[in-house]
């Protein structure tokens, strides 16, 4: 087995290890008449599903602060993906549980090894508000 291979293989066990299923919507693209590719708002979404890690991530030096609502910190949510799930930024995913069931996909950044994607992680934002 491979570099890469190796690789493959330990985003799947850290997957495996608490899997969370996302699911989105895409809508297919036309041409607008301009040369420039838009959703096609007549035509039904594509249904994508994956199966991926929901992970925290500290967004600096690690700071808890009291608020009104009780203890808040500065860590923020990303997932981890396989390299052949086409997620893509500003994409909404609806995750299959939790109190947060929608989020907004941030830059998606692809690792590499040996020249090739492996996996792929994204920061999250929530998009319910």
Wanted: net charge negative; proline share 6%.
């Amino acid at each position: 087995m491979g570099l890469w291979e190796n690789h493959v293989e330990g985003v799947e066990q850290l997957i495996d290890i608490n899997p969370v299923s996302i699911t989105w919507d895409r809508y297919p693209v036309i041409d607008n008449g301009r040369g420039v590719m838009v959703p096609d708002p007549s035509a039904p979404p594509e249904k994508h599903q994956a199966w991926v890690r929901l992970s925290h991530q500290a967004g600096g030096v690690q700071d808890t602060s009291v608020a009104s609502v009780g203890l808040t910190t500065n860590k923020s949510m990303y997932l981890l993906m396989l390299y052949n799930v086409d997620l893509r930024k500003d994409e909404i995913i609806t995750v299959d549980f939790g109190p947060i069931r929608t989020w907004k996909v941030g830059v998606v950044d692809e690792l590499f090894v040996e020249g090739e994607c492996y996996a792929k992680q994204a920061p999250l934002v929530r998009a319910d508000g």
